[in-house]
């Protein structure tokens, strides 16, 4: 509302995410746009100036551009460049609804979405970080997501579907929960790569 950008450039940028398999850029009219929408988080009397470093706006505008769509992505990197901390301070700044979760190599699926157990003689569902974000509209942040295991990594299939609005059976639970439209999925990595990269040189080194 109010803007100079047409329904047409929208909906050609929203087709070329949608078909992207790699990194994006996005418009600048469309940017600026997605970045007023944006709240300032400000923390401890440490305010995130995101706003005024063009290359953390183009970063934060494609998170949210993403976000819009329903499109999960992930960010990856080297460890300690601020991965976890970008998509925290997104999460912040969308609806202050952020849930984040560390994977590690027993993680199970009941972790997340949580487990059932008796309470007082009674079955009771204690629902994870997962269930809740789906359930609040929040953004669920699979930090470390590199050190799950593939079955692990299938388990939010069903949450990764163009399923907005609709209800989704949890296995663990044995009930079906609505989806929320705000509901959002950042998973965070190291590249693959560099962890090949890695292994290649200490084999190298023996």
């Keep these: 509302k109010g803007s100079s950008i047409t329904q047409e450039a929208i909906v050609k940028f929203a087709t070329d995410l949608l078909m992207r398999t790699d990194d ?4 600048k009219e469309i940017e600026n746009l997605i970045i007023d929408e944006l709240i300032e988080v400000n923390e401890d009397n440490v305010k995130y100036f995101f706003k005024q ?14 976000s819009i ?35 590690q190599s027993g993680t199970k699926s009941k972790h997340i979405y949580g487990t059932a157990t008796i309470s007082n003689g009674n079955a009771v569902f204690i629902k994870g970080l997962l269930t809740t974000a789906i359930q609040k509209g929040g953004t669920f942040i699979a930090d470390d997501f590199h050190l799950a295991t593939i079955s692990t990594m299938k388990s939010l299939a069903p949450v990764l ?19 929320d439209p ?9 590249e693959l790569k560099t962890k090949v990269q890695q292994q290649d040189a200490k084999d190298d080194e023996i």
């Design 24 to 27: 994006f850029d996005v418009p």
């Design 182 to 190: 705000n509901f959002f999925l950042i998973a965070c990595q190291e």
């Design 53 to 66: 470093s063009p290359s953390l706006r183009s970063f934060i505008a494609k998170i949210y551009a993403a």
């Design 161 to 179: 579907e163009p399923c907005i609005g609709e209800k989704v059976f949890l296995i663990e639970s044995g009930m079906s929960i609505t989806i």
């Design 69 to 103: 769509i329903n499109l999960p992505i992930i960010i990856y990197g080297p460890t300690g460049v601020g991965k976890t901390e970008a998509a925290r301070v997104f999460g912040r700044s969308r609806n202050n609804q952020c849930f984040r979760f560390s994977f």
